[in-house]
C-alpha cells in the first residue's frame, strides 16, 4: 500500500499561483501512476492531470486546466506536484491526489489510493 498526503493549498486571487505537493509514503512510490483530481461543492470528483510512474508521460483535462497546470514527479523525493498557475474562482475545490498501480487514468475509477485533499480557494 501507499499512503498519500497532500499540502500546499490555501486562499489565493484570481489570476495567482499556487503549487501543490502530494508525499507518499510506503510501498516504492515509482510503482505508481499518479493523477491529480479536483472536487468542488456538490460535484463529481474530476480529473485534472496525471502522469506516468517514471514522469515521461503526462495526461491532462483539455477542459479544465491545459495549459495553466502542470504536473510533475520526483521519485527520488516520493512526491508529485501540481504547479497551478492564472487560477480562477471556478478552480476553487478539495484537491485530491490519487494513485494507480497501473497506468494513469482520466477517471476517479482508476486509481487505487488516495489522500485526504487539500482545499484551494480562488477569490475573484
Known amino acids: 500500500q501507499v499512503q498519500l498526503v497532500e499540502s500546499g493549498g490555501g486562499l489565493v486571487q484570481a489570476g495567482g499561483s499556487l503549487r501543490l505537493s502530494c508525499a507518499a509514503s510506503?510501498?516504492?512510490?515509482?510503482?505508481?501512476?499518479m493523477g491529480w483530481f479536483r472536487q468542488a461543492p456538490g460535484k463529481e470528483r474530476e480529473f485534472l492531470a496525471g502522469i506516468s510512474k517514471n514522469g515521461g508521460q503526462t495526461y491532462y483535462s483539455a477542459d479544465s486546466v491545459k495549459g495553466r497546470f502542470i504536473i510533475s514527479r520526483d521519485n527520488a523525493k516520493n512526491t508529485v506536484y501540481l504547479q497551478m498557475n492564472s487560477l480562477k474562482p471556478e478552480d476553487t475545490g478539495v484537491y485530491y491526489c490519487?494513485?494507480?498501480?497501473?497506468?494513469?487514468?482520466?477517471?476517479?475509477?482508476?486509481?487505487?489510493?488516495w489522500g485526504q485533499g487539500t482545499q484551494v480557494t480562488v477569490s475573484a
Open positions: 510506503g510501498r516504492t512510490f515509482s510503482s505508481y501512476a
Open positions: 490519487g494513485a494507480s498501480v497501473l497506468g494513469a487514468a482520466m477517471y476517479s475509477g482508476g486509481y487505487h489510493y
